[in-house]
């Protein structure tokens, strides 16, 4: 498989565009909101589809995804490959695979963990779900902007594990929140309390990457509440994963802070909703 | 100061008690339950008052310290020193500190973090709260039985780290059983999971200590569901800290895993809750 | 219009066809479990549609709604109408009034509330949904088996009217719940309990249909926890109520104790997870 | 028992104090923000406890009771009788009664349900808890102000049964906002949602209460959240009721809606963090 085209081109897209581009494979690009300066940019996403042998789609919720199926579905065919990078639910996951399959297309669950910056290095972290011959021939493309790829299972557990590791991030994000404004209550700097975690079991690097947005109140988005909130609602559709304490709370924590007006700031201004930063 | 005397010798009372009598400095031992074989074994508290310059107190929770201070307040005058190292919540700290203190003795909180392994390996982590005076008094004994000794500030403040550290190992430890159950349901495998994980920024020393546990499904205790329930309801108990929504759903858990007959298991028994190992 | 067929022949639904039998009006009655010897039994859900005008559907679920309008789609057409009465959501609503309109045929959400007592009584209370003509040309038929008809507004409005009673009720009891636990860790007699509460702000009727359940535990079902549970996961998906503390909580809660083992139990059976009788 | 001194004059306080005069038993009268010109009016609370044999206490929560006892302990003594009224936990309750009896005085727990308009017309309800003998003698001076005694049992049980009501009370309330907001983000009206809960089981007097102030928005305090949240706290903290999930749900909710500004709001201010008023 030598040619693939991006359909989606914000923050992570984009920048996978760009490097597909830059190692010449890439023959299509496409964005809801039109770039026709992009490389390879094409004015509808079926032409993505009809251009590429595979079809990369990275857009922000299964409606999204829907959407731009809708828009490629008639160019797919034998041939073609879905390779599905957006983070959705594993029913969505199913009802996708069935309507590119129904094409006689291939379908390649392909979520992904990492920063914009873990992006431009190469680095994002794939979870493959789909079966080991279509990961084998993906997976070269893949390589070209990755620097692991797990082969996860099937496409429903491909995006169960991003889920997973979602959930675990958002409910770390929420304690580490309330560990710390626990200790600023008592008058204990971040300076200590920071010295001490880093010494701590519970050290992650999660802690690393949100403490200088804890401590300057910098809550620019890395990543935002409403992207988390979005992703904590698909898990809890999730069949037999309804009721589950922590994913419970904290949708309600990333639902209030929504609320309270920090939709588009990054996940971590969580914080904001336990006080004052000082007792 | 060159003599201490050791009021608790359970799991890690006793191991640091033994570690106090191979370099030399124990004059005093006691325990509520009798262990007459003990190293320099006091047939009442107040005699380890009576014999050490500085009283280390590890025990189960504020009423027990209140206990042992009602039996050794009466021995207790100026040149003694209590090191106080239970998990307590800063009221009761700042109770025991003016019970100590109307005595004419001094007082320094010292709870700490550490498995049996780790204290006997000497590698335990203090949380000094007290006066730099005092501290440093203190801390050549201290130094005989851990690695790391951390001058937080006040005797309040050492207490609201320690509560704040195990909030957040509490919190991470229902988070991780929540995406690992999670994953389950979706029919990923734990060697899957745990792979994944472990490239992640979510990864923490608590998923390496607790991996085997939950793999294995044994939940022999390092650290008990009822002694993280004690030291999450000081949390809430603490002025300012009453309505954290993490900190209450986390008591709930552990009520639960209580209430279901889990009590005395290792708290990563908390998964046993989110129902079959299998979806 | 004067004819009814009632497909979902449970406990509310067997009760309201023989009624319907009474006023002669039914024509048509099927059930998933055979039921030959039922007044008016069809072997074929579709030949209930063809029979009757009216088609009564009261199952238990929205999957449970679908099977039956696959099966009688076909059989529908100008002039006949769907009278919907299972407890459903706003969207699973919006979605079969689709299919049915798309037929030429009507479609009216009349979800109820009311026990099997006050079914045989007549005393159901309906919830409609739908135009004031649909609705006047149905009601003489729902007057045969109820006692009051509110008219609330669209299909949705109905469907989200039923759900928002149904919330205020498992809140209800859970609160209940918790209250009558509060006072027997006190020891206070369930008697002076019951009387007190009678005489306050916070009487209801539901303490009164459920009093003698929680005095005696006896927790055979009025309504299932189970068919609470799905009634709340319905809530939670409704668009812009996925996160209401209270709704999160008890669905929490329902769960738990579904997973305990009481799912086909009264939902009054949530006390059973607040411990002890007795404290 | 003829003679009754009032101690603190708060809204309800006041107005029982006013009837006591009428009635002619009042003795004394004492309010920690100084009200000369009331009836009987005592310049230290401890001239209350001299001038009366009962002395009624109505403030605010436990320590405010404890301040005002440590006033008046020194002039109680055999023939005097505490009639506490505040809110206050089992705990509590069981501390004070140790403190007045140790004065050779008897105590008497009294909490009462009712509001101001209540209070002006002698409806009042009181939960006693005491001995017989204590109440018979009692009851008549507490019979000249309200129109229900319940005798509860022991003095802890008094409080454990007012503490049960507020915490039913508290938890319907935010049932009610939920289901009325899951309404409204329908498009259901109040008019229609009212009408349809007052033929529903779960129907009570809080409704009656209340729903002028949630169709209105008028939020002027019947009962504030900070009462209610300081009730709350107390009942979390009684022995054996640390974690009942609506409990803290409800407690979590009325913090967030003190730190958004609403303390002194009616209770019923639950409702402004679930969002707009029309979805």
């Known amino acids: 498989m030598r040619t693939i085209g991006v359909i989606g081109l914000g923050i992570i897209g984009g920048v996978w565009a760009k490097n597909y581009d830059a190692a010449g494979v890439l023959v299509g690009a496409w964005n809801r909101t039109a770039q026709p300066d992009f490389p390879q940019w094409k004015r509808e996403a079926s032409e993505v589809a009809e251009a590429a042998e595979a079809v990369q789609i990275v857009v922000a919720d299964p409606p999204a995804v829907q959407s731009v199926l ?156 409403k992207h988390m909130l979005k992703d904590m609602r698909l898990a809890s559709r999730t069949r037999g994963c309804e009721e589950m304490p922590m994913l419970d709370t904290i949708r309600g924590c990333l639902h209030a802070a929504a609320q309270a007006g920090y939709a588009d700031e990054d996940f971590s201004a969580l914080i904001r909703l336990l006080g004052d930063k000082r007792g």
Chains 1, 2, 3, 4 share one sequence.
């Open 70 to 225: 809708d828009a490629i579905l008639p160019a797919l065919g034998p041939g073609k490959v879905v390779v599905q990078s957006s983070t959705i639910d594993p029913e969505s996951s199913e009802r996708f695979l069935k309507q590119v399959t129904a094409r006689g297309a291939r379908y390649l669950e392909a979520p992904f963990t990492g920063s914009k910056t873990a992006a431009a290095e190469k680095k994002t972290v794939f979870f493959l779900g789909g079966d080991s011959v279509l990961v084998a021939e993906v997976e070269p493309l893949l390589a070209l902007i990755s620097e692991t790829r797990f082969h996860i299972g099937t496409h429903q557990q491909a995006t169960a594990i991003k889920l997973a590791m979602n959930l675990n991030i958002a409910v770390q994000m929420q304690g580490l929140s309330e560990a710390l404004t626990f200790a600023r209550k008592a008058g204990v700097s971040d300076e200590t309390f920071f010295t001490v975690i880093k010494k701590n079991v519970s050290n992650s690097g999660l802690v690393t990457l949100k403490e200088p947005k804890l401590r300057t109140e910098d809550f620019s988005p890395q990543f935002s509440v």
